[in-house]
Structures are given as structure tokens and as C-alpha cells.
């Protein structure tokens, strides 16, 4: 294979380098990812390329710290996309402002034919500091190591990989949610309330962006796949009563489960697979889950339609939870990114 050098303290002075490794870690090969930095010891065997093996110190750069002051500066160094140093810089190269982290690493799988061709160079360019790897097609999963993550590098590489893959525009794959048909004709009122009583309420919520859960009273919400904050709050009466009465007025457990028919001209819409929406409710012992992707739901439903009804209480909620004191305290996320609490505001 044939790797871009960034760095060398002996040998090669070259903008590639051919390196030589067995077919899988079982016979000591080393198991380079695409977008991967490398610190690779390795030695010439004849006139062929450099051999190297897990039987040496080849490692990922993030594992090489002691290496890399051991060896101090290289011989040679070249900037290709990005350069070798012993840490990473204080903030991301490409979006200026944004702090570097240590966190796991990630990868890009299931990318489509076209998309894992395009990806590799994409993110060098445009999101150096995303740590997310272009994962084998027959990746099955495993092991990750810790790397510098720019959060926004990691986020805008999120969104491109996760509506980029085959599931993107394929069916959904929510797993085994209970499957509930609608009522042909919605309770009156006092029906619904008798049949789902406020007593024992509870909600869960989602939005690919924000969790929160008044069973545990936990709020999260992700930045840069890393979980930004975690805090538990408890809603109030008065707020639970304000969203019971949301799914009172859309009669909202009479709906279909996991969400209404989409659209026949929505129903294949690409996806974000990271940013399905959720609403589970409790109410008396009933309880029930919704989970849909909103860019495959109509633009603008009718108020009394299944969609409008289950974006009323979705918003409810989102307008309950944003304007507590605790989320309203939060730092802002970065402008270029969704924030469905601060929309709603």
C-alpha cells in the first residue's frame, strides 16, 4: 500500500511512501484505516518496499507520544493536509476558535459506492480534525482509539457521513417498536382522558440533537458526538400538566406508532440516520413510542391531521424543555450547526 508521508527521522524524503504489511492482525499485519496517522517503524527488504508489522512499534500517532519525544524533531517534514508535531494545536486549523479534545475515535460505514470514493479526500480537506475513520466494507465493528477531535470537524463529518450511507434514502430501521394502528374515528375528550389518565405521566423525548427523560430527569445533549452536557432536572407539575394536555387536545395515543404514513412524495426522502425524532409518553399504564424522520413528514400539515397532531406535542415539549433555566444557561452551540431547542424558542 501506499501511504502520504507526513514526517521521517531516516530514509524516505518522498510526498509517498510504499509499505508492506501481512493480510490481517492474525499474521502480525498491521491494520492501517484510511484518514489514519501513523507513526510506522518499518525496514527495507531488498529492492522491494518497507516492511512492517505489529511486531514493532507501529501505532497510531495518538499512542506514540513517548515516541515521538524519544525521537524528537524528524529529519524530514511535510505538510500534507496536516503536519506531524507531538500534540495537537489549541484550536481546529479549519474553524478558527474551536478548542482541540481527546476523544474516541469514529468511523464511516456503510457509505455508499460513490461516497466512500469521495469521502477520504473530503474530510482531509474539510474536516482534518474529525477522527473519523473510512471504515473497511466489511467492518463489523470494534475497537477505537482515543484521537484529537475538533467537535464542529466532528460534527459537519457526522452529518455528511450519516446522509450518506445506504440507509439514508432506504427503509427505516428503528428496531422493534411496538406497532399500534390509529383509531379509524379519535376519542371525544373525556374518553381519551378516561382511557389515558394524567396519573403516573411521563415523557421521553429526542431529537437527534437533545435527550430528555422525566422517568431518570436527565438532559443530554451531543456535541461533536461527545456528551457535551448531562444534567438532571425535574419538571414540574405545572409543566407535565402542560404537555398532558398537549396529547389530550392532539389525542395523541390514538395516533398510529411509530409515526403516520409518510407522504408517498416524502416517504423516500434522504435522511440524517443520526437525527430521528422521538416522543414516548406514559400515561396510567399505557405507554407508547413515536419515532420518525422529520424530512420525510409533510412541510406543512394540517392541524387536525395524524402529522399535525404529533408536531404539536413534539413542539411542546421542545418549547417545555428550552425554556428552563438550566438549558436556557447553556453555552450556544456553533452557528453553523442545528440547535431544535433554540429554534423553537
Known amino acids: 500500500m501506499r501511504l502520504n508521508l507526513v514526517a521521517s527521522w531516516k530514509g524516505e524524503r518522498s510526498d509517498t511512501v510504499s509499505v508492506r504489511t501481512a493480510g490481517g492482525s492474525s499474521l502480525c499485519g498491521v491494520d492501517f484505516l484510511v484518514g489514519g496517522l501513523y507513526l510506522v517503524y518499518g525496514h527495507r527488504e531488498g529492492q522491494g518496499g518497507i516492511q512492517t508489522s505489529v511486531c514493532s512499534r507501529t501505532r497510531p500517532a495518538m499512542q506514540a507520544h513517548e515516541d515521538s519525544v524519544a525521537l524528537g524533531p524528524p529529519n524530514y517534514e511535510r505538510v500534507a493536509g496536516r503536519s506531524w508535531s507531538y500534540g495537537p494545536p489549541a484550536t481546529c486549523p479549519v474553524h478558527a476558535g474551536v478548542p482541540i479534545a481527546i476523544a474516541h475515535e469514529r468511523h464511516a460505514a456503510g457509505l455508499t459506492p460513490d461516497a466512500r470514493r469521495a469521502y477520504p479526500a473530503w474530510v482531509e480537506r474539510e474536516c482534518p480534525y474529525a477522527a473519523m475513520l473510512l471504515a473497511p466494507e466489511d467492518w463489523r465493528g470494534g ?35 411496538p406497532v399500534v394502528q390509529a383509531l379509524a374515528k379519535p376519542r371525544t375528550e373525556s374518553a381519551y382522558r378516561v382511557a389515558y389518565p394524567r396519573g403516573n405521566f411521563a415523557v421521553q423525548y429526542g431529537d437527534g440533537r437533545h435527550e430528555y427523560d422525566s422517568i431518570e430527569e436527565r438532559f443530554w445533549r451531543e456535541y461533536g458526538s461527545v456528551h457535551d452536557t448531562t444534567m438532571k432536572f425535574e419538571l414540574t407539575e405545572a409543566e407535565l400538566d402542560r404537555i398532558y394536555e398537549a396529547t389530550v387536545k392532539a389525542r395523541l395515543l390514538d395516533l398510529d406508532a411509530p409515526h403516520p404514513p409518510y407522504p408517498d412524495a416524502s416517504r423516500g426522502a434522504v435522511v440524517r440516520v443520526d437525527r430521528a425524532s422521538v416522543l414516548y409518553v406514559r400515561c396510567g399504564v399505557v405507554v407508547r413510542q ?38 436556557l444557561a447553556l453555552t450556544p452551540l456553533p452557528s453553523q450547526l442545528d440547535d431544535p431547542l433554540r429554534e423553537v424558542r
Open 290 to 327: 413515536f419515532t420518525w424522520y422529520a424530512a420525510r413528514t409533510p412541510r406543512s400539515p394540517a392541524i387536525d391531521s395524524a402529522w399535525g397532531r404529533l408536531s404539536a406535542v413534539h413542539r411542546e415539549v421542545q418549547r417545555v424543555i428550552g425554556s428552563r433555566a438550566e438549558v
Open 143 to 177: 475497537s477505537v482509539d482515543d484521537a484529537y477531535v475538533c467537535p464542529l470537524c466532528r460534527e459537519l463529518a457526522v452529518a455528511w457521513v450519516s446522509a450518506s450511507q445506504e440507509r439514508s434514502s432506504g427503509p427505516e430501521q428503528f428496531g422493534d417498536l
